[in-house]
T-cell receptor, first 110, second 114 residues
Framework: NAGVTQTPKFRVLKTGQSMTLLCAQD?????MYWYRQDPGMGLRLIHYSVGEGTTAKGEVPDGYNVSRLKKQNFLLGLESAAPSQTSVYFCASSRVDTQYFGPGTRLTVL | AQTVTQSQPEMSVQEAETVTLSCTYD???????LFWYKQPPSRQMILVIR??????QNATENRFSVNFQKAAKSFSLKISDSQLGDAAMYFC???????????FGAGTRLTVKP
């Protein structure tokens, strides 16, 4: 099983550009999450989803949007990228309590 | 808001020795989960061990064990017989029962010396 996969692995954007990060899981998990990881800090929750068609805000949602059109996919969008969004982004999924993480996407906004 | 504190930014241990990583958390809840995740240089977040707050028995996974002190809100990770492959960032995390917002500590970088 692939588990949780993320596309792309690396990306460089210019300020104001938009992009979408794709997360896919093949474990039939109901819950999916997007986190960001900044130097010297732990992961912080951006948005999450408790099932297909549902999303909710986490700790740091501003500047991001998400969609969960299919159970296995969770998309994170940046409509107008800012340098403050330079970070490593992790997707995770879970059935109930334990979250399993993807390999991360390193995003740089110039 | 729940917060997780890891007071040791860096730790080092000699190969084959034992090391303990500290974690404290702040919560008013009685039902919750606690986790330790390992992040090697590959950046992949790997679950090391988990503990349910209602269980008094400390969780153990092979060379990894925890010391869960609920009253003190402390959740330390002990790594026995340390191996070179244990070198990584270790994150402590807290999640309230029936809540999807998991909170992470800032991490402890563990170095294993041969």
């Amino acid at each position: 099983n692939a588990g949780v996969t993320q596309t792309p692995k690396f990306r460089v954007l210019k300020t104001g550009q938009s992009m979408t990060l794709l997360c896919a899981q093949d474990m039939n998990h109901e819950y999916m999450y997007w986190y960001r990881q900044d130097p010297g800090m732990g992961l912080r929750l951006i948005h999450y989803s408790v099932g297909e068609g549902t999303t909710a805000k986490g700790e740091v949602p501003d500047g991001y949007n998400v969609s969960r059109l299919k159970k296995q996919n969770f998309l994170l969008g940046l409509e107008s990228a800012a340098p403050s969004q330079t970070s490593v982004y992790f997707c995770a999924s879970s059935r109930v309590d334990t979250q399993y993480f993807g390999p991360g996407t390193r995003l740089t906004v110039l | 808001a729940q917060t997780v504190t890891q007071s040791q930014p860096e730790m080092s241990v000699q190969e084959a020795e034992t090391v303990t990583l500290s974690c404290t958390y702040d919560t008013s809840e009685s039902d919750y989960y606690l986790f330790w995740y390992k992040q090697p240089p590959s950046r992949q977040m790997i679950l090391v061990i988990r503990q349910e707050a209602y269980k008094q028995q400390n969780a153990t996974e092979n060379r990894f064990s925890v010391n869960f002190q609920k009253a003190a809100k402390s959740f330390s990770l002990k790594i026995s017989d340390s191996q070179l492959g244990d070198a990584a960032m270790y994150f402590c995390a807290y999640r309230r029962y029936n809540n999807n917002d998991m909170r992470f500590g800032a991490g402890t970088r563990l170095t294993v010396k041969p």
